[in-house]
């Protein structure tokens, strides 16, 4: 028993942990964002204020607090199981749909390979050489969860929601996979990892080699296919709410709050996705990682001077707001301000702080490593978030499409394009190699 | 009702109290029971001037099952009551019901042989908006007066 | 001073039908500029026929049915109940009544419904109110009440609070195994119960799939029914159910008097109030035979104009939503928000008015009221370049609306289609324009006309009227700055403090304006107390949701979502 336990290798099993809570950590915080995301933008867009009531001794944190709400309420809400679901399916379908939003973050790389002296940790949670198949063979397997969910509620609108899911899915699976063969065929590579790293090249010396640019009809149609897996608008038929209210018709409580949650997961996981094989994941343009470590100290001081801007131009947003607010609410939510302003101040300090430290504290391999690390972690965050952006905002600007115009757009449009796409490449690549 | 009541009377009961209060009370996710003209004023709490999301009933559910609290806004005639007790019953615990407009607290001026003469025949009632349709801001005054109420319940009352 | 000039029409009506059509006819009148012929029963449907097709008369619209019980009527007459069948010529733009008279056993007529598809429900509305059975009919249920309602309320022994205990929601198997039958599709094994496995037959691919749209769903608004029955997502049979929000205000009319039934109009078509309060009195007015001054008659132009911008905001915000465009309903509810804060200045309401008394308005407007009226026009423009610009090339929304829930014009008709609905299948016809009232031909409007008759079309008018009642408001306020001020006689300071008297005569009347939803008629008949002996409003909404089988049959559930939005139901109307 102790000879496996001292030829286990340690560091792998703790690193992975470590990843995986941190990759875990980060979905579920950004599913809570995304939410408040969706309702602050829609407010935004439609010309209202959005959610600014709900708070924790004063702090709103702009509509934040209220997933917490929600999720207590659904927590403590009545579950009810309808006696005629068939309860196996009716059970396990919030469940599989939850877990495979948060599997797919599994291979996506959030920065560069960790190298300290002789250590080398990938910054993947899972280094397959087959990361890329891994994505689209999990995001697959989601339709079950709406399937297994709509039929197993043995209710009529579920079931047809069910349908729809199961027909939408299917089809704008094909298209999603045939949107990336020419990705793979410019790179080469199916590993994740490399795939990024190989995005950090410079065409022509000076563009970058993103996804984006070596495949720019990839991209469009990776990303309608992807809004199309996600079930968002403009291809939310199953779960249309003015049509048909969808596939979770029949859940109370948590088991619809795991349906809830698993859909704006799965915004960010498709965010993810989309900057790591299109964006260039973790890549800070211009600067890879050797130039980052080599140049730590003053890289540092550029980032904390940029975090420092961004504080003091958040203050004065911040200030003008609450100039021009004319309510008062005679309780805590009235010194929300100091919460706010201090956050900021701290954020000051401690980039100022890491300015100083720049100059005064020399920086050894691991220093360097670590602010690489945390630049393109925070880079690739960035990127997510802007890609969660665009799919928010383009829920709320166009209307839905029908079952059989849908259907059309898979197979009719989108097909044809990704095959002109792959030969297109083809052609290209012999060219130009 | 589940494992918040655990603890029976006690002042662990009265902090999980707290915190489940507020979560309900914060996110009352409405099911808009909508027939006539206090819908179209319940449509003008919703849109930009008034705002209804701000006390985070945006999510405005169209199935009962994952609903709060259910909004009838309007009258209830006898044909339409069968249906509305059906909608209230499918409702998951813990649920309140407020009956907005003249309409819906006790018929309004239709005092005939087809119009249910305030819903509480039908459905027990948490708050009553008096107006014929009442302001919008009458609608967030039943929603903040719902807020109170359910501050002031304990997970010991729907065992 | 504003004149009504359907007397000219009403003449020449008169003198052509007793020449062309004499042998049918047992009295032939004009009360109150409304012509009046009455036939006896079992000529009926003949009489209908020849003046539907005759090539002078041409009266292709069945406006309404009205059922009307003389019982208390002094004095009183030999035969109880009356059915009057208002008609109208959109080709030559005259108006008919024809009245029959009918015993008070057993009172039978022969159903028209083979002549104008609108008669299935207005007869049947009739039977359900009067008990007055129409012969031939092909299904003549109750309308509005629930199935299992003994009496029939609107007779004038039925008291006015008997209440019926709540009932069962009638399951409407009956007809759609009717319909399915007619396409060889049985479902004798089906009960429904909302589950996907209630019945033995259920993997039979001969049965189709059975599901209830009902009350409760976003699509219907709360107030209507539909037992449909699809195939995949094709719906192959439809069965409608209305009544919902039948709140009997025909009844309650009776129990009120002339000035309290304002508050009852104001709920009617509950996003439009002013057109309602102002159809209302425009009939009582021309009962009592006064004509409003020339300054009334504009306000009352601008009344309407503004209601009606706010009737086809409200059908295309929600509209919009059902298709999933969630965007749009925000921006145009503003500008209903800024027309209530206007109303809310003059009436202390800010949805149901009660804005116009008989003969006059209740209280003088506020100074600034012109200003108000502008800076809202202002606004509205952008607003509807907004909504264009996101809706308008929109691919989707293309695809959504083109070709769904098409109607020819000649359907349309015989559906009795009139306002936007109708003008989006290609034929101009507008109140305003045909029959012009206070002041409305001396308007510099266009008529706004569609060409397919489909969704897109439907939204599209409504659009574009909201851009002509703009022009239509802009040139009202600047004739009313214009106009000098009435002298404080013509006003009569009486008028404006307390209620005068209101009696019109005894006699019926028929009148009708320019609704947001098409033609709002009311068939008012004075016995000449304090209350109205009956009335019966002729709702746009209902004839237009009357085509709905016609519409979605053969559509998908996506599209029946589409054609829902783009009739503008209003419940208030539809049930009453």
New interface residues.
């Given amino acids: 028993m102790t000879n496996i336990l001292r030829n286990l290798d340690w560091i792998f099993i703790i690193t992975t942990i470590a990843k995986a809570c941190f990759v875990w950590g980060l979905a579920l915080f950004f599913m809570t964002l995304n939410i408040t995301l969706d309702r602050k933008i829609s407010s935004f867009m439609q010309d209202r204020v959005g959610p600014n009531r709900a708070h924790i001794l004063g702090i709103r944190l702009f509509g934040f607090i209220l997933n917490l709400a929600d999720g207590v309420k659904l927590f403590f809400k009545e579950d009810i199981t309808p006696s005629f679901v068939n309860k196996f399916y009716y059970l396990a379908s919030p469940f599989i749909i939850m877990t495979i939003a948060l599997m797919g973050l599994a291979v996506i790389p959030i920065a560069d390979t960790l190298t300290i002296s002789n250590i080398s940790i990938p910054m993947q949670v899972l280094d397959l050489n087959v990361g890329f198949l891994f994505i689209l063979a999990i995001t697959s397997l989601s339709v079950y969860s709406l399937v297994l969910g709509g039929f197993g509620s043995n209710s009529k609108f579920p079931l047809f929601s069910a349908m729809r899911a199961s027909a939408q899915m299917i089809s704008y699976e094909i298209a999603m996979g045939l949107s990336l063969v020419g990705l793979v065929m410019v790179f080469s590579t199916f590993q994740l990892g490399e795939l990024t790293s190989r995005q950090g090249h410079l065409l022509f010396g000076i563009i970058p080699k993103w996804g984006i640019v070596v495949q720019p009809l990839g991209f469009v149609l990776f990303c309608i296919a992807s809004l199309a897996e996600l079930n968002r608008v403009p291809f939310d038929l199953p779960e249309g709410e003015s049509e048909i209210i969808g596939f979770h018709t029949e859940y109370s409580a948590m088991k619809y709050g795991l349906f809830f949650m698993a859909e704006y997961a799965n915004i960010f996981v498709a965010g993810c996705i989309i900057s790591t094989l299109f964006l260039g994941g973790w890549q800070i343009p211009w600067l890879p990682t050797d130039t980052l470590k080599a140049n730590s100290a003053v890289v540092l001081q550029a980032a904390s001077a940029l975090a420092i801007i961004g504080a003091l131009f958040a203050a004065f947003r911040l200030h003008v707001f609450y100039k021009k607010r004319r309510y008062k609410w005679s309780d805590m939510r009235d010194y929300e301000g100091i919460f706010l302003y201090g956050a900021l101040g701290l954020t000051v300090l401690a980039g100022l702080g890491a300015i100083i430290a720049g100059y005064i504290v020399p920086f050894n391999d691991i220093a360097a490593a670590l602010v690489a690390l945390v630049l393109q972690v925070s880079i690739f965050i960035f990127k997510a978030f802007i890609i969660c952006f665009i799919i928010v905002w383009i829920r709320w600007s166009l209307p839905r499409l029908r079952y059989d115009q849908l259907m059309r757009l898979g197979w009719k449009i989108m097909l044809p394009i990704g095959i002109a796409n792959v030969l297109i490449t083809g052609v290209a690549l012999l060219l130009f190699r | 009702m589940g494992i918040e009541t655990a603890f029976g009377q006690s002042w662990i009961t009265a902090r999980i109290d707290d915190v489940v209060n507020w979560g309900r009370a914060n996110s009352p996710w409405p099911y808009v029971f909508g027939t006539a003209c206090c819908a179209i004023e319940f449509m003008s709490t919703a849109a930009s001037h008034f705002d209804i999301s701000r006390f985070g009933a945006e999510n405005i559910r169209w199935t009962p099952r994952q609903a709060d609290m259910l909004i009838v806004a309007g009258t209830i005639s006898y044909k339409q009551a069968p249906v509305l007790k059906r909608i209230y019953e499918q409702m998951c615990e813990p649920k309140w019901v407020i009956a907005v407009g003249a309409c819906a607290c006790s018929g309004g001026f239709y005092n005939n042989y087809c119009t249910v003469q305030g819903i509480s025949e039908i459905v027990p009632v948490d708050i009553f908006v008096p107006g014929c349709p009442p302001r919008a801001e009458a609608i967030f005054d039943a929603v903040i007066k719902l807020q109170k109420k359910i501050s002031k319940e304990s997970v010991l009352d729907r065992k | 001073m504003i004149e009504n000039n359907s007397s000219t029409t009403a003449n020449t009506c008169k003198d052509l039908l007793a020449l062309q059509i004499g042998g049918d006819i047992i009295a032939l009148e004009e009360t109150n500029g409304t012509l009046f012929a009455t036939v006896a029963p079992d000529s009926l449907h003949g009489f209908l026929a020849k003046i539907r097709d005759n090539q002078v008369l041409k009266f292709d619209l069945l406006v309404d049915i009205a059922g009307v019980d003389t019982l208390l009527l002094t004095p009183a007459l030999p035969d109880r109940f009356q059915v009057v069948y208002i008609l109208l010529s959109t080709v030559f733009n005259h108006r008919l009544c024809v009245k029959v008279n009918l015993g008070a056993e057993n009172p039978s007529v022969p159903s028209i419904c083979g002549l104008y598809k609108i008669a299935n429900w207005l007869e049947r509305e009739t039977f359900d109110q009067f008990g007055i059975i129409f012969a031939g009919h092909p299904n003549l249920k109750r309308l ?3 199935k299992n309602f003994v009496g029939h ?1 609107l007779r004038k022994d ?12 009638e399951d409407l198997l009956d007809e759609l195994k009717t319909k399915l039958a007619r396409l060889n599709r049985p479902i004798d094994s089906v009960k429904i ?5 209630e019945t033995d037959a259920a993997m039979d691919d001969n049965v189709p ?1 059975i ?1 209830n749209i ?6 219907v ?3 209507l029914r539909l037992l449909t029955a699809v195939e ?2 094709t719906i192959i049979a439809l069965v409608p159910e209305i ?7 025909e ?2 009319i009776e129990n009120s008097n002339w000035h309290q039934v304002v ?2 109009t ?2 009617l078509n ?2 439009s109030p002013m057109m309602n309060n102002i159809g209302y009195c425009k009939a009582v007015e021309k009962m009592l035979g006064i004509t409003i001054s020339e300054r009334n008659a504009l306000y009352r132009i601008v009344f309407c104009e503004l209601a009606r911008i706010m009737d086809h905001l ?1 059908c295309s915000g ?1 509209h ?8 749009p ?3 145009l ?2 500008i ?2 800024n027309i ?1 804060d206007i109303m809310e200045k003059i009436s202390g309401a ?3 008015y009660s804005c116009v008394r008989i003969g006059a308005f209740p209280y003088p407007f506020y100074d600034a009221f012109f200003d108000d009226v502008e800076t809202v026009i202002k606004k509205l423009a952008p607003v509807i370049d907004e909504v264009r610009r ?2 308008e090339r ?1 691919r ?2 293309f ?2 609306c083109v070709d769904i829930g098409k109607i020819s014009t000649a359907d349309a008709l015989a559906y009795g289609f009139t306002g936007p609905c109708l003008r989006a299948t290609g034929y101009a016809y507008d109140l305003r324009k045909a029959q012009p009232y206070y002041g409305y031909d001396t308007l510099d409007f266009d008529v706004v006309v569609g060409t397919n008759g489909d969704t897109y079309d439907r939204f599209f008018v409504r659009i574009y009227e909201i851009i002509e009642s703009a022009k239509i408001i802009r040139q009202a306020i600047k004739r009313l700055k214009e106009l000098p001020p009435d002298p404080p006689a013509a006003e009569g300071a009486k008028k404006t403090k307390g209620f005068k008297k209101v009696a019109p005569p005894t006699g019926a009347v028929y009148d009708a304006t320019e609704a947001a939803n098409g033609e709002l008629g009311f068939y008012i008949v004075s016995d000449g107390s304090a209350k109205p002996y009956r009335m019966k409003v002729r709702s746009p909404s209902l004839c237009n949701y009357s085509a709905i089988e016609q519409l979605a049959e053969g559509a ?4 029946l ?1 589409s054609i829902i939005g783009s009739l503008n139901i209003i ?2 109307e539809i ?1 009453r």
């Fill in positions: 509005l009440n629930f309320p039925y008291p006015i609070d008997k209440r019926q205990g709540f009932p069962e929601s119960t909302g589950c996907t496995n799939f599901v009902g009350p409760a769903h976003p699509i608004h709360g107030i995949g997502e009544g919902y929000l039948h709140r009997g205000v009844k309650s508050p009852y104001d709920r509950y996003a409200l929600p919009l939503i059902d298709l999933g465009a969630l965007t309903f925000w921006y509810f503003q209903r928000e209530y800010r949805l149901t996101l809706v929109n989707i929304f695809d959504r998908m559930i996506a599209d979502v419940g208030g049930d």
